[in-house]
């Protein structure tokens, strides 16, 4: 195991027991992912929180500008620490791992669908209605766009994979032909 995954996990499973335990764990999450997006969408914020020239207070200071009143206080701190280590590349398995034990605990089953297309509202609802439905659990649904599989949909939960995809229908057929020579 690598040291990334070391802090990545020790930092999010410490950041969860923390929200647990101020009761803060829900406000947590929802501005975790927003902040992981943030940093996925600025990676010169990332490689200036890494940048060994500035000081360990002089990153945890810059975390503290940008954040500070904006985030439960935990959530700051936890970045502060990881500007002050150099590590807010995990800021992203950090998240990961906060969101794994979070749903754990809500009955919450991560989905992510992939469709050629944005769904509609109503396709939404009666996705995560059906979904709630098969799985007994409260959904959380990550979509996503690829026009690569033409039609249809993927989704994967639960550490599988359905394709119901145009794209994986003709796989499939293509397997079907070749494996019937």
């Given amino acids: ?3 990334k995954n ?3 996990r020790e930092f999010g499973t410490a ?8 009761g803060v764990s829900e406000r947590v999450f929802g501005e975790f992912g927003d902040i992981k997006a943030v940093f996925a969408d ?4 990332v490689r200036l929180l890494s940048n060994p020239r500035l000081s360990a207070a002089e990153r945890a ?3 503290g500008k940008v954040f500070d009143g904006k985030i439960d206080g935990s959530l700051l701190n936890a970045l502060k620490l990881l500007a002050e280590k150099r590590r807010c590349d995990c ?3 950090c998240y990961e791992v906060y969101k794994r034990l979070y749903c754990d605990d809500h009955n919450i089953v991560p989905v992510t669908a992939v469709s050629a297309v944005k769904l509609s509202e109503a396709q ?6 059906k979904l709630e439905k098969s799985t007994g659990s409260k959904i959380l649904l990550d979509e996503r766009t690829d026009s690569s599989i033409i039609g249809g949909m993927r989704l994967e939960y639960g550490g599988k994979r359905y394709d119901a995809s145009v794209s994986g229908r003709l796989r499939a057929l293509e397997r ?3 494996n019937s020579d």
């Fill in 1 to 3: 195991m690598t040291m």
């Fill in 6 to 8: 070391d802090y990545s």
């Fill in 15 to 22: 950041l969860y027991a923390l929200a647990v335990e101020e």
């Fill in 42 to 45: 600025n990676p010169g914020f």
């Fill in 61 to 63: 200071e810059t975390v």
């Fill in 91 to 93: 800021v992203p398995k």
């Fill in 124 to 129: 939404r609802a009666r996705l995560v209605e």
């Fill in 176 to 178: 079907q032909i070749k």
